[in-house]
């Protein structure tokens, strides 16, 4: 089937503009993960969802981020009021069901924010 | 501070040769995996060792685990060109994720 889907793969938008980033996971796949990876760097455990429940919101960087899971499926990650230091590419994962579990990855969204 | 640290940050070798590369960790985990990320490209679920694991295998890839050292290895053996890429662990702590910063592979034809 179909893998880990994400939109848009681009985006530039000015400093201060909020932005919607969208993952479509796989089929089935009751966990879904959002990452952050700075250039040349590891990646940055934001949030996981548990169908669409996210138990822990304490890896997210600020109150400007939030994320909501509708359905069991499409995860959309919202930053508002965007910083350049929120430059990034924001990877999604999701796997059958949390931890344990190998992640299948998605393509992510390249943010840059001028 | 990062939960899992990879060493070398990089390896460069000839095609045939076997790469090692480590991961070391700070807290109790319940599983260590690691991935793969070609240039351009995702990541990609290698291999997953549980806490309970010492050493797994899975084609040329050889995974071990000392969770009294806090620490994993992964060893590809007979490297081709197509295994240049950046391998990471990431360790599973039943609440988080921690990826490392990653080791920087290339294979030299």
């Known amino acids: 089937g179909a893998g880990v889907s994400q939109s848009p793969s681009n985006k530039v938008t000015e400093k201060g503009k909020d932005v919607e980033l969208r993952c479509d996971p796989i089929?089935?796949?009751?966990?879904l993960y959002w990452y952050r990876q700075s250039l040349g760097q590891g990646l940055e455990f934001l949030i996981y969802?548990?169908?669409?429940?996210?138990?822990?919101k304490s890896g997210l960087p600020s109150d400007r981020f939030s994320a909501e899971r509708t359905g069991g499926s499409v995860s959309t990650l919202t930053i508002q009021r965007t910083q350049q230091e929120d430059s990034a590419v924001y990877l999604c994962?999701?796997?059958?069901?949390?931890?344990?579990?190998?992640?299948?990855f998605g393509p992510g969204t390249r943010l840059t924010v001028t | 501070s990062q939960q899992g640290e990879e060493d070398p940050q990089a390896l460069s070798i000839q095609e045939g040769e076997n790469a090692t590369m480590n991961c070391s960790y700070k807290?109790?985990?319940?599983?260590l995996q690691w991935y793969r990320q070609n240039s351009g490209r995702g990541l990609v679920h290698l291999i997953l060792?549980?806490?309970?694991?010492r050493e797994k295998h899975s084609g040329r890839l050889r995974v071990t685990l000392d969770t009294s050292k806090k620490s994993s290895s992964l060893l590809i053996t007979a490297s081709r060109a197509a295994d240049t890429a950046s391998y990471f662990c990431?360790?599973?702590?039943?609440?988080?994720?921690?990826f490392g910063t990653g080791t920087s592979l290339t294979v030299i034809p």
């Open positions: 990431a360790t599973d702590t039943g609440n988080q994720f921690y």
């Open positions: 994962a999701s796997s059958l069901r949390t931890f344990s579990y190998e992640q299948y």
């Open positions: 807290t109790s985990i319940n599983n």
């Open positions: 060792i549980r806490s309970n694991e």
């Open positions: 969802f548990q169908g669409n429940s996210a138990p822990d």
């Open positions: 089929s089935g796949h009751t966990a």
